[in-house]
């Protein structure tokens, strides 16, 4: 089969026109005779036709796009395959390349202009990361913008993208992307992420309001390379300083350190566009909730789980020195647990002595391998704050050794000591104290009166007793 114009695939969408020309395929403008509708065409090319290795990308793309619905992401409508050759027909979006209106302006877009597009990129982005589709290829010449119809925005090219339940295409190592628009992770050979998508989103908006992409070179690789190594330029001073720090936050070469999803960097694009100021967080501060004092709403701490690996849904919650604790009935004195300072010794904290830090509280869960965050203590008895690092308030593992040798650490359990327990009116201490006293009275009473019986015997026998007689009075032997 040889793509030209005036072809027409299984009898249906007749190619039209070529549109443009990429690694994998051409793209042409095509009618569907069923519903008599013009649509878009992927051909794959006519070298690469058989190749069970593209073949396997054609697929992967269309399914990937079929399971996407939104506005700015173009839709999908067929995929066939044809002598060897895949094809995909998707919606024609019209509209010019945004690398094409960013070389008209090289001194930068305006902002008005910018964060609209800015705002529809990133939902469709968050759209595709919620269906675990990552884009990988996030760069100008794949985003579609209408400049006659409100400056509508639509990605297009999911080629090389990855679902987080498909197979792996690549080999290990090897680096899928363009380099100008490569993330870190990317660019080191590591998996690519939602975060990555993030990041090429960041480098867009930086080449919109500049006209010049942050990072240059001779090469691809060098170009790569400073992805890696190499800081981005300042923006102008002139751009508002919140846009100016929102693209800051997206070139960070941490994943940790990006706007937690393309979600926030809408919100907070919106939030600018409203004049309002923004609220800017990272994916660090996501996975660690700041000390408000509030009690965390169930969903806020399921999120918090989930990200960081904590309690399963159900999972019993943990507890720290500075929570109170029920008091059952017929108990005295604190509770004892394991001080988290001091997990591998053999000190302990009692409860209502403990501090409020959350290196002083020990979280002991119901179950042995349940770990997850949880609250620490304030100064107050009976008060608790969340933690500032869900790892924080959880005690340290104890060896298998240590759990063996019998150490006081490893042998007191939430539940306290044995000091605490009462028989009828006597705690365990004090009965144990009468008995020993009663002990020692009876030791004390059976031998003072086997020492008067034994002093009693040896004075008759050796003195004898005194008998009056006719001379008067007379000794006689015993």
Request: with cysteine; charged share 20%.
């Amino acid at each position: 089969m040889r793509t030209e114009k005036g072809l027409v695939l299984e009898g249906r969408y007749e190619l039209t026109e070529l549109i443009a020309t990429g690694g994998m395929g051409q793209v042409w403008k095509g009618r569907d005779r069923d519903l008599d509708r013009d649509v878009a065409v992927k051909v794959l090319r006519e070298e690469y036709a058989g190749d069970e290795g593209f073949l396997k990308r054609f697929r992967a793309e269309a399914r990937h796009t079929a399971a996407l619905s939104h506005d700015a992401i173009a839709a999908l409508y067929d995929y066939g395959e044809l002598d060897g050759r895949a094809y995909i027909v998707m919606e024609l979006c019209p509209g010019r390349p945004l690398s094409e209106i960013i070389e008209e302006n090289i001194h930068g877009l305006p902002e008005h202009r910018v964060i609209p597009v800015l705002i529809e990129l990133a939902r469709a982005l968050d759209a595709a990361h919620s269906k675990g589709v990552v884009h990988r290829d996030v760069k100008p010449e794949n985003i579609l913008v209408d400049t006659d119809d409100g400056w509508g925005v639509k990605i297009t090219d999911f080629g090389i993208a990855r679902s987080s339940e498909q197979a792996r295409l690549t080999k290990t190592g090897l680096v899928m992307g363009t380099a100008q628009y490569l993330s870190p992770e990317q660019a080191m050979g590591k998996q690519a992420t939602s975060l990555s998508d993030v990041y090429a989103l960041g480098i867009v908006a930086y080449e919109m309001l500049t006209g010049a992409r942050p990072f240059t070179g001779a090469s691809q690789v060098d170009i790569a390379m400073a992805q890696v190594k190499q800081a981005p330029p300042e923006l102008p001073e002139e751009i508002d300083a919140d846009l100016r720090r929102l693209v800051m936050m997206t070139l960070a070469k941490a994943p940790a350190n990006r706007p937690r999803s393309a979600a926030a960097v809408a919100r907070v694009l919106e939030a600018i566009q409203r004049g309002e100021t923004p609220r800017f967080t990272t994916s660090a501060a996501a996975s660690s909730p700041q000390r408000t004092g509030e009690l965390p709403s169930p969903a806020s701490s399921s999120s918090s789980a989930g990200s960081t690996g904590g309690h399963a849904a159900g999972a019993p919650a943990t507890r720290t020195a500075a929570m109170p604790l029920p008091r059952t009935s017929g108990r005295r004195g604190g509770i004892r647990h394991r001080s988290s300072s001091s997990a591998l010794s053999t000190s302990s904290a009692l409860t209502a002595a403990s501090g409020g830090s959350a290196n002083r509280g020990a979280s002991r869960t119901a179950a042995p391998e349940a770990s997850a965050s949880s609250p620490s203590g304030t100064g107050r008895r009976g008060t608790w704050r969340p933690a500032a690092d869900p790892s924080a308030a959880v005690a340290s593992p104890v060896s298998a050794e240590h759990e063996a040798s019998g150490s006081a650490s490893s042998s007191t359990s939430a539940r306290g000591t044995s000091t605490g327990r009462r028989i009828g009116p006597f705690s365990i201490p004090g009965l144990l104290l009468l008995l020993l006293l009663l002990l020692v009275v009876v030791v004390a009473v059976l031998g003072g009166t086997g020492h008067l019986l034994s002093e009693a015997e040896t004075a008759r026998t050796m003195i004898g007793w005194a008998a009056p007689g006719p001379g008067g009075m007379r000794t006689v032997g015993l």
